[in-house]
């Protein structure tokens, strides 16, 4: 009688980065799977010997890593590609993205919008995504369909959107969402001001009592934050009532207010600086970066890595950032911050994680975690020094080369080919909506 434990899943792969600890690369290193979660990692020889395995992936020349978490993005807006890009954000949201998403975006739209954006952050190696859109019920359902892990926000504004009327309907048909998903394992929610629809001292406030009450996360953009500012004293499109108060900072401003905790996320490094940074880092809140978006955009500012891994990347809009693609993400951040390949690592794995409330589930390969794991073809650079496997993965490889996506131990891309979802008709979509979306940009 064998007296071997039971695994239904093994993967052995030339390269291991558990991500913790830090600046760790094993060679000739295995995971085991059982139930969707980790089990056990090590030696790949000894793992076969410790267990019974149902099925076994052997891939000779691959990196394995925890699944990428995107901290932040706008995946409906897959079907927006095309637009003009053109900064200071402020003034590409209010003149260019909002007016034609105010008339494009529905239910459908974000639904179709949010598959499509799915389905490319799969193939890109992105298992966990938080974002923002303004029919959030059809985000969440989307992601839950394709099994993966979502952190998905809850506008709420002043003025009317496609979603809400008002701050107190925003708020109400928030509430009722989170109490369809409090008790859902892999769809979490946030809350999300939206500066662009008008954001009050009032309304603010209104947030962070209500996300008290629920232990809820509160995003918010500083960029946006500082534009709509800037541009107050104009109007900026908002009835007087609706317009975000004037600070010096941003940061002050909301740390006035009292948002500022843990579980408070400032979105868009290139808005904080020196003092902003230690403001984050005192009151123990976190910080995402989207550097291709944030430098399309006009901002300057190098990705700030806070203690406790509590920066993330995120793309934005794949509008702005031309992809859905967070090792893009992490190349960029490294080369303009002058970050350790090993960090942007980090922050695009267990510091997204940690962002979103979530590093105990994800984020790094350790016994207990969710078996949310991908694997990277690196070919000839798979014979590189272990010192430099991180290197060649944010230097040399591309989204092009993640091979195998498992969420939860399930299969979900093989061969860099989508298992979960079906490829041809999700390519029919964005000529569905293009005619509609020309036909507003052009109005």
């Known amino acids: 009688m064998s007296t071997r434990e039971s695994a239904e899943l093994l993967i052995e792969a030339r390269w291991l980065l558990p ?4 600046n760790t690369a094993l060679a000739d290193h295995a995971v085991a799977v059982s139930a969707g979660r980790i089990v056990a990692v090590g030696p790949s020889a000894a793992l076969r010997a410790r267990f019974e395995i149902r099925e076994r992936v052997v891939r000779e020349r691959h990196a394995l890593l925890p699944g990428l978490v995107n901290a932040h993005t706008r995946a409906c807006h897959t079907l927006l590609r095309g637009l003009p890009v053109r900064g200071p954000r402020w003034r590409w949201l ?5 007016p034609v998403e105010e008339r494009c975006v529905s239910a459908d739209f974000v639904r179709d919008g949010t598959r499509l954006g799915v389905a490319e952050m799969l193939r890109g190696g992105i298992t966990c995504f938080a974002d923002l859109s303004l029919f959030p019920e059809e985000a969440a359902r989307a992601a839950a369909a394709a099994h993966v892990r979502a952190a998905i926000g809850l506008p709420v504004a002043d003025a009317p959107t496609p979603w809400a009327e008002s701050a107190t309907a925003h708020l109400a048909r ?4 989170w109490d369809e998903y409090r008790a859902d394992s892999r769809i979490g929610l946030y809350f999300a001001p939206l500066t662009v629809h008008g954001m009050s001292e009032a309304l603010l406030t209104r947030v962070r009592r209500v996300a008290d009450e629920l232990d809820a996360r509160v995003a918010v953009h500083l960029a946006e934050l500082t534009g709509a ?40 490094a290139g ?30 500012s190098p990705v700030a890595s806070l203690e406790g891994n509590r920066t993330g990347l995120g793309t934005d809009s794949p509008v ?41 589930q994800i984020g790094s390969i350790e016994p207990g975690k969710a078996a949310d794991l991908i694997c990277i073809d690196l070919g000839a650079l798979s014979g590189q020094p272990a010192a ?10 591309t989204r092009a080369q993640v091979s195998d996506v498992w969420t939860a131990g399930r299969l979900a891309v093989s061969g860099a080919r989508l298992v979960v979802l079906d490829e ?16 507003e940009a052009a109005a």
């Open 174 to 177: 928030a509430e009722r969402l």
């Open 19 to 22: 991500i913790a600890p830090a």
């Open 388 to 397: 430099a496997i991180a290197d060649a993965i944010v230097f040399g490889a």
């Open 424 to 439: 041809e008709e999700l390519a029919a979509l964005p000529a569905r909506w293009a005619q509609r979306v020309r036909m």
């Open 229 to 268: 500012a800037e541009t107050a004293d104009a109007g900026a499109g908002v009835q007087d009532g609706a317009r975000a108060p004037r600070y010096e900072r941003p940061l002050r401003q909301l740390h006035a207010l009292g948002l500022l905790r843990p579980g408070f996320t400032a979105i868009g």
């Open 94 to 98: 209010t003149e260019t993205l909002a």
């Open 271 to 300: 808005s904080c600086e020196g003092a902003d940074l230690e403001l984050l880092a005192r009151h123990g809140a976190s910080l995402i970066a989207c550097p291709q978006a944030d430098l399309r955009l006009g901002a300057r």
């Open 320 to 360: 702005a950032a031309g992809a859905l693609d967070l090792l893009a993400e992490a190349r960029a951040g490294a080369l303009h911050s002058g970050l350790a390949a090993g960090e942007v690592l980090r922050m695009a794995t267990l510091g997204g994680a940690t962002v979103l409330g979530l590093q105990a």
